[in-house]
């Protein structure tokens, strides 16, 4: 799944020289498209926190996206990037009364939550505003499945909207979260299930919503597994079991429904990849007496590989891909510069070919990382940098920037 010759973002890892990781913005708009073409009635909010850069931000707002922002900090960014403060909301339901308090001053009005503790803060420091529910899912099917931290029963959601309309604010909505890189479509049908039985029953109570959030959790195609094998989520039946959800939603009586998203890295995973180089490629023996190959890489865990203890990202190899030329492999465990066991793909699933004549200082291109690249790297873990980031315009036209982040 090396990116097709010619293609910007080929062009852009081949012509790099050092480390940096590249997005290809013309690549986020055309999975953009192919979201709203797939999922017609629902709006787009990006989930910032995906990927925080300025460029794949305003390409975004450009297209007409809004905002999932986690933190304040992020909405002032995604106002900066051009997004109406309108087409925002804040979708973290842990917030302490300063952070409400600073949103509401920016203008957002649409806050997530799940508690009435929260919902009280709320009425407090962002009053007259509009809040929707998280409902806990059981994240059954997802790589991370969010199934903790955020999210009520909805006994405990019926109460908290109660709540919202006693206090003054208004109870606009319910939300979901599947679980992030979510590869079932039963996940899904479930989520549809509860907002269901809970949107019934608010009816009853005499509370009429305006919308439901169906969260993130869209799966990027371009990830391998733990053991090294292709994830192959069936985007295709996901997209069916969502469009016949938000359907039959739309069907209950006493609610006027539209519907948001918050894809992340759905529309920018496969679209950002890493110029990294290799540290080193040696062999030694462990405890055990087995001899283990070693494929140090330039980056890791901490400067853009976050998510190695979960899935592998695809390597390429570019001076050693030759046509017609048989190259000799040996299976390696990837691990990132530092001096930390963590540092690495998790090698108890099993090893990675790679080539026997790797250098150090040889490319190699990390493919499908541009979803919490830049979010997830230390300052500096080790005295290892954070990548920089480059980018491809939508007409291939190559842009930089030295520093880190959005």
């Known amino acids: 799944m090396e990116p097709r010759e010619n293609t910007p973002l080929h062009t852009a890892l081949a012509a790099a020289t050092d480390d940096r990781i590249t997005f290809d913005l013309a ?5 953009y498209d192919t979201l709203r073409r797939e ?9 910032v926190k995906a990927c925080p850069v ?19 900090p992020e909405m002032e960014q995604a106002l ?20 409400i308090a600073d949103a509401y001053r920016l203008g957002v009005r649409d806050f997530a939550t799940d508690s009435v503790e929260d919902v009280t803060a709320l009425a407090v420091h962002a009053p007259g505003s509009r809040v929707f529910c998280r409902l806990a899912t059981s994240g ?3 790589l991370w499945g969010l199934s903790d931290k ?23 909505g319910l939300s979901v979260h599947v679980g992030s890189q979510q590869m079932t479509a039963e996940g899904w ?20 919503l305006d919308h439901v959030n169906l969260g993130g959790g869209l799966p990027a195609l371009g990830y391998l597994d733990r053991h090294g094998r292709p994830l192959d989520p069936p985007l295709d039946k996901i997209f069916a079991v969502i469009r016949e959800g938000t359907r039959h939603l739309g069907r209950i009586p006493g609610h006027r429904l539209a519907f948001v998203m918050e894809p992340g890295r ?14 080193r490629l040696s062999a030694r023996r462990g405890p055990d007496g087995e001899r283990r190959w070693w494929l140090y890489l330039s980056c890791g865990k901490f400067n853009g590989l976050y998510e190695m203890d979960e899935l592998r990202y695809r390597l390429v190899f570019p001076t050693h891909q030759m046509a017609g030329r048989e190259t000799e492999h040996v299976r390696a465990v990837v691990a990132g510069p530092t001096c930390d066991s963590d540092d690495a793909y998790a090698h108890d699933s099993g090893l990675t070919p790679v080539p026997r004549a790797l250098a150090s200082g040889d490319p190699v291109w990390v493919l499908s990382c541009g979803a919490y690249a830049t979010s997830y790297m230390t300052r500096g873990f080790n005295g290892f940098s954070p990548l920089p980031y480059t980018w491809t315009g939508p007409a291939g036209r190559p842009d930089s920037r030295t520093e880190p982040g959005g």
């Open 189 to 208: 049908h479930s989520a549809f299930e509860q907002l269901a039985d809970v949107l019934t029953e608010l009816r009853r109570r005499g509370i009429s």
């Open 140 to 142: 059954d099917g997802a």
């Open 266 to 279: 759905h529309l920018v995973a496969d679209h950002g990849a890493i110029r990294a180089h290799v540290s």
């Open 39 to 47: 999922l017609p009635g629902v709006r787009v909010r990006f989930a």
């Open 27 to 31: 690549g986020i708009e055309a999975g």
């Open 80 to 99: 900066r990037a051009g997004v109406p403060v309108g087409r925002m909301h804040y979708g973290n339901t842990v917030k302490s009364d300063e952070n």
């Open 150 to 172: 955020y999210g009520c029963s909805p006994a405990d959601a019926l109460l908290v909207l109660e709540t919202a309309r006693d206090l003054g604010l208004t109870p606009a």
């Open 54 to 72: 300025d460029e794949v931000l305003a390409c975004l707002a450009a297209k007409g996206a809004g905002a999932d922002a986690a933190s304040v």
